[in-house]
Nanobody
Framework: QVQLVESGGGLVQAGGSLRLSCAASGSILAINTMGWYRQAPGEQRELVASITITGLTTYADSVKGRFTISRDNGKYTVYLQMNSLSPEDTAVYSC?????????WGKGTLVTVSS
């Protein structure tokens, strides 16, 4: 089992920044891809960004150039730096880890961007 704990969400004004963190524990060896997903009210969950063990990153088109995902393999932690936030970024952000073909999820952290 892999446990994921997110932190860093909150309320921010449009144009502001937030940094999310996700710490993995438990059976963390062989975790390959880690990433962030988000789900806004009434919307489906979508991939925001992901990063592999080798540092290969993927971003949703809507966040490219504004968000940066990074990973500290020594601490089994993944970060999401979010800049130039807009109200459209308001959502619950959930951390994901993929290990052995299985997905693990954190409980999520709420990001609210006011206009």
């Amino acid at each position: 089992q892999v446990q994921l704990v997110e932190s860093g969400g909150g309320l921010v004004q449009a144009g502001g920044s937030l940094r999310l963190s996700c710490a993995a524990s438990g059976s963390i060896l062989a975790i390959n891809t880690m990433g962030w997903y988000r789900q806004a009210p009434g919307e489906q969950r979508e991939l925001v960004a992901s990063i592999t063990i080798t540092g290969l990153t993927t971003y949703a088109d809507s966040v490219k150039g504004r968000f940066t995902i990074s990973r500290d393999n020594g601490k089994y932690t993944v970060y999401l730096q979010m800049n130039s936030l807009s109200p459209e970024d308001t959502a619950v952000y959930s951390c994901n880890a993929r290990r052995g073909g299985r997905d693990y999820w954190g409980k999520g952290t709420l990001v609210t961007v006011s206009s």
